[in-house]
């Protein structure tokens, strides 16, 4: 007797060997000893690792058909997107009968190279009067990517959720597992958060498939592997780690899977979500790991000798190890002159810097320090303050909050009413409010360079973290002036110098200083003399290229 | 995961930061004062000095590569002498780093927060420090190393800027009827080197096997040419007489500059924001090797350690604030120094020569 689902799954205690879930156990040592690379398609052939409810290993198929297809009915509750279809095999009373989920499945695929070539070439077995043998259907009338014995029901029920397809023979105790797979998915289409204006407009999707097929595409080399776990007790997502062998460090990759192995929720529905579970800190303000939705960059990623994550549903990759002066690359600087390139990453350093102090530093400036500033300036802040009821601080945070509830309205609406809301703000509302007298113009001006200065940071978390920041920074300004941002600033760093992101010191290359380093992630080398990777990336290839080129 | 270790250009800046602190503020008053406009010679055969004294230093740290000075004392010495012997060393390092809080308080009270209570500047300070010191040293190498190039930036600005207001007249003529003065101020020159014995605390996280012995020279002569140039500089602009009355030379060399376009009207308000980092470094390895030698002594290992450095943040106000006139904090810390730098002078000397006869003993048999 099958009981109900919810009551199957056991939860993974600890580290009780594979008994307890349903996830690949991690062992550092073996994976290392034993890395062979595990392909997608591998991982398919091998589900049985899967365990879909702990008790489901031990409930073994019959013989009879019909209770073989009542017993997955009921241990899919008997859903009624589940289809079955019987139909008869040979000539000998023979049945046979698919089990798929339509909306999964590719549904001509099963009609018509599963269920018609059976029907049909069973039929001219008949003429022969041979018998109808499961290994006959197995080798000459399937044909699909992969086709796989099962007899135990955790193999079948994940495999038939996965989108496979579910052959099972009246007469024999086991069935196959064909490949069948169809999920509709959104195409390939411009990335939403990291436009490029030179670069490709190749964006991933929610398909895992097609994003290791984007990655596939941009490197062609028989080292990159790509690794698959599952997460999710109850989603059961397949998760992808993908590396070049000879290029990354094999630290990270082994560190990510066992991450990623030791997980232990019921489900993950997105790549980000992963990142939160996967990271270093979970307290950090700071993103730990890159989120891209660009195969470039992915791929750029990867030949740097980092590690990159997919996951299904999931239209993003992770990439790690991550540092803040990698997060502040764009893809664009990949397509431009070093000079041009490496003078945007600077600018986008300063517009991090302008959005997390520059209101902080107006308030200190103009509460604490005024003298600091020339005497025409300071009349001029003054003469526009004249009036204004509130004080500089109070300014800042009214000023600061409606920015913030600007950008997040903007954000959650359509993108049409999105730009509305975007004019209405930042020219109705701000003039309305300096012509009432609420706030002065000098603050608007600071206010809309900071949040310009937030819209450079490329990193969309990034610019989050920029924007919490702003709030301390002004509190300290308020109270301890220039000193205040000084200490805050000392505070911050020492935040930042202490944060890692997979064994990687977040702020590198900034400290220990490497020119080498520098050259490449702060600014941008010369791409004809850029011959190593980035040396804190502890690559297992160092080298990029072998011969400098000089030009002409 | 990944070990935690130190690159030699680390050893570097911790070198330059332990030594320069408040002392780059005060120095060039404290030289004049003493040998007048030849004090930038004193300073100079001062820093020679110092290269002399690191060398029972270096000795130390080849004999004992992988251990920290609390560590290499207890084992040179004996648990209880070693014990002993570093209790003069925590209490100068504890009074240096909150002196050194104190007078930072005094110049930004001075320069840009005259109404904040000095209680609150120093409490602020230190909690700061406490908060990067409990984050071990890998982590304050890297903060060290990255606010290295501020200052070091702002202090060559600095330099640069006074050039035009420099007038040579006022450092003429050189030893003129002032030989004796001048000799007598080498000894004054050494006491603003004391940082120079902090980088055995440091050496034996380094990444690398060989010891970074030209790190910690290029760290020494960082800031005995910078205490020099910034001698020289502040006396030809502002001359013997004005500097002997002037606390802190180095913000008013920055009030002098006067910029024609300017965009700051008070140079010297904005430099000091410079400076907080500066002294920052120096209070934070001060902070540093006095929770090491305060661990070793007592013993304390694990969490304890991070409950030592809690017990600081109480402690260094408590030293700082000791002192209720302002005058009295710089002559105090000046003292402080003489003590401190006599003790240190002898310690590593006799330190390596026990070290070394152990070893020689312990080779004979």
């Known amino acids: 007797m099958l009981k109900p689902i919810k009551r199957l799954f056991t939860r993974n205690k600890g580290n009780k060997g594979s008994k307890s879930s349903g996830i690949n156990k991690y062992n550092p040592q073996t994976q290392l000893d034993s890395r062979s690379p595990q392909t997608l398609d591998d991982s398919q052939n091998q589900q049985s690792e899967v365990i879909y409810g702990q008790k489901y290993i031990n409930i073994k198929l019959t013989k009879n058909l019909k209770e073989n297809l009542a017993t997955i009915k009921g241990a899919m509750n008997n859903n009624y997107d589940i289809k079955t279809k019987e139909f008869k095999l040979g000539g000998r009373g023979v049945f046979g009968a698919v089990v798929y989920i339509p909306s999964l499945?590719?549904?001509?695929?099963?009609?018509?190279?599963?269920?018609?070539?059976?029907?049909?070439?069973?039929?001219?077995?008949?003429?022969?009067?041979?018998?109808?043998?499961?290994?006959?259907?197995?080798?000459?009338?399937?044909?699909?990517?992969?086709?796989?014995e099962a007899e135990s029901l955790d193999q079948i029920l994940f495999s038939v959720m996965s989108g496979d397809t579910f052959l099972s023979v009246q007469g024999y105790p086991k069935g196959l597992i064909i490949s069948t797979k169809g999920y509709v998915g959104r195409q390939v289409s411009e990335p939403q958060l990291e436009p490029s204006v030179k670069g490709s407009q190749e964006g991933f999707t929610e398909i895992l498939q097609d994003n290791i097929g984007l990655l596939r595409r941009r490197i062609r080399d028989p080292n990159l592997v790509f690794e698959v776990y599952k997460v999710g007790q109850r989603t059961q997502m397949e998760v992808v780690i993908a590396y070049l062998r000879d290029v990354a460090d094999q630290g990270v990759a082994i560190e990510t899977a066992g991450r990623l192995s030791s997980l232990d929720v019921d489900g993950i529905q997105g790549t980000a979500e992963l990142g939160l579970y996967i990271t270093d800190n979970p307290n950090s303000i700071f993103p730990l790991y890159q989120v891209t939705e660009r195969p470039d960059r992915v791929a750029r990623g990867l030949m740097e000798g980092r590690v990159a994550i997919f996951m299904e549903g999931g239209a993003e990759a992770l990439v790690v190890p991550a540092t803040m002066p990698i997060l502040l690359q764009s893809a664009d600087d990949y397509y431009e002159n070093w000079i041009v390139s490496s003078l945007l990453r600077l600018l986008r350093y300063g517009g991090m810097l302008i959005s997390i102090f520059l209101p902080s530093l107006y308030i200190a400036l103009a509460g604490h320090h005024?003298?600091?500033?020339?005497?025409?300036?300071?009349?001029?802040?003054?003469?526009?303050?004249?009036?204004?009821?509130?004080?500089?601080?109070?300014?800042?945070?009214?000023?600061?909050?409606?920015?913030?509830?600007?950008?997040?309205?903007?954000?959650?609406?359509?993108?049409?009413?999105?730009?509305?809301?975007?004019?209405?703000?930042?020219?109705?509302?701000?003039?309305?409010?300096?012509?009432?007298?609420?706030?002065?113009?000098?603050?608007?001006?600071?206010?809309?360079?900071?949040?310009?200065?937030?819209?450079?940071?490329?990193?969309?978390?990034?610019?989050?973290?920029?924007?919490?920041?702003?709030?301390?920074?002004?509190?300290?300004?308020?109270?301890?002036?220039?000193?205040?941002?000084?200490?805050?600033?000392?505070?911050?760093?020492?935040?930042?110098?202490?944060?890692?992101?997979?064994?990687?010191?977040?702020?590198?290359?900034?400290?220990?200083?490497?020119?080498?380093?520098?050259?490449?992630?702060?600014?941008?080398a010369r791409d004809a003399s850029h011959m190593n990777r980035p040396a804190f990336l502890n690559t297992a290839d160092v080298q990029r290229q072998t011969k400098q080129r000089r030009g002409k | 995961m990944r070990t935690k270790k130190l690159a030699p250009w680390q050893i570097m800046v911790l070198t330059v930061s332990g030594i320069l602190g408040v002392d780059i503020l005060i120095v060039q008053h404290n030289m004049v004062s003493a040998a007048g406009v030849d004090g930038w010679i004193s300073l100079t055969i001062g820093g020679m000095v110092i290269f002399a004294a690191s060398i029972p230093v270096i000795y130390l740290m080849r004999l004992y590569p992988d251990k920290d000075v609390p560590q290499i004392t207890i084992e040179v010495l004996g648990k209880w002498m070693g014990r002993l012997a570093l209790i003069p060393l925590t209490v100068f390092s504890i009074v240096y780093a909150g002196l050194s809080a104190r007078i930072i308080g005094q110049v930004l009270k001075m320069f840009l927060l005259d109404k904040t209570p000095m209680t609150v500047i120093v409490v602020s300070m230190v909690a700061a420090v406490i908060y990067l010191v409990d984050k071990g040293v890998y982590t304050l190498a890297a903060v060290v190393d990255i606010i290295f190039p501020m200052y070091m930036t702002a202090l060559i600005l600095l330099v640069v800027f006074s050039v035009p207001q420099a007038n040579l007249a006022n450092i003429r003529p050189v030893l003129f009827r002032n030989a004796g003065k001048?000799?007598?101020?080498?000894?004054?020159?050494?006491?603003?080197?004391?940082g120079y014995g902090t980088i055995p605390y440091f050496m034996c996280h380094l990444k690398s096997k060989k010891l970074a012995v030209k790190p910690y020279i290029i760290g020494l002569g960082i800031p005995v040419l910078l205490y020099i140039i910034l001698t020289v500089i502040t006396t030809m602009v502002f001359g013997e007489t004005t500097l002997r009355a002037i606390l802190y030379p180095i913000l008013n060399l920055s009030k002098a500059i006067e910029f024609k376009s300017g965009i700051l009207d008070r140079l010297e308000s904005f430099m000091a924001l410079f400076w907080i980092p500066m002294v920052f470094a120096s209070i934070v390895i001060f902070t540093y090797i006095s929770v090491r030698k305060i661990s070793e002594i007592f013993s304390i290992k694990g969490k304890g350690k991070k409950y030592t450095s809690y017990t600081l943040l109480f402690l260094l106000p408590a030293v700082a604030m000791i002192i209720p006139k302002d005058l009295n904090v710089l002559e105090t810390y000046n003292n402080l120094k003489h003590v401190g730098i006599f003790y240190i002078s002898i310690f590593y000397p006799i330190l390596a020569l026990v070290a070394g006869v152990k070893k020689r003993v312990v080779k004979q048999k």
């Open chain 2, 182 to 194: 001048t000799a007598g101020a080498i000894i004054p020159g050494i006491y603003n080197f004391t």
């Open chain 1, 105 to 148: 499945a590719d549904e001509d695929f099963v009609l018509n190279h599963i269920v018609n070539p059976l029907m049909i070439q069973s039929s001219l077995i008949l003429d022969r009067e041979d018998a109808i043998s499961f290994d006959t259907i197995k080798d000459t009338m399937i044909d699909a990517e992969y086709i796989n």
């Open chain 1, 370 to 524: 005024p003298g600091m500033l020339p005497t025409k300036l300071v009349l001029t802040i003054t003469g526009a303050r004249t009036g204004v009821p509130f004080p500089g601080f109070l300014e800042a945070v009214i000023m600061g909050a409606t920015l913030e509830l600007l950008q997040e309205a903007s954000i959650r609406l359509p993108r049409v009413i999105g730009q509305a809301v975007s004019i209405v703000g930042g020219l109705v509302i701000g003039q309305a409010a300096v012509q009432a007298g609420l706030v002065g113009p000098i603050m608007v001006i600071i206010i809309g360079v900071t949040a310009i200065g937030s819209f450079v940071v490329t990193d969309y978390s990034l610019g989050l973290a920029t924007r919490v920041l702003r709030i301390p920074f002004m509190i300290l300004a308020l109270t301890l002036g220039g000193f205040g941002l000084a200490l805050g600033a000392l505070v911050l760093i020492t935040y930042m110098a202490d944060l890692e992101s997979f064994g990687i010191r977040y702020i590198k290359p900034l400290s220990p200083y490497r020119i080498r380093d520098l050259k490449q992630t702060i600014l941008k």
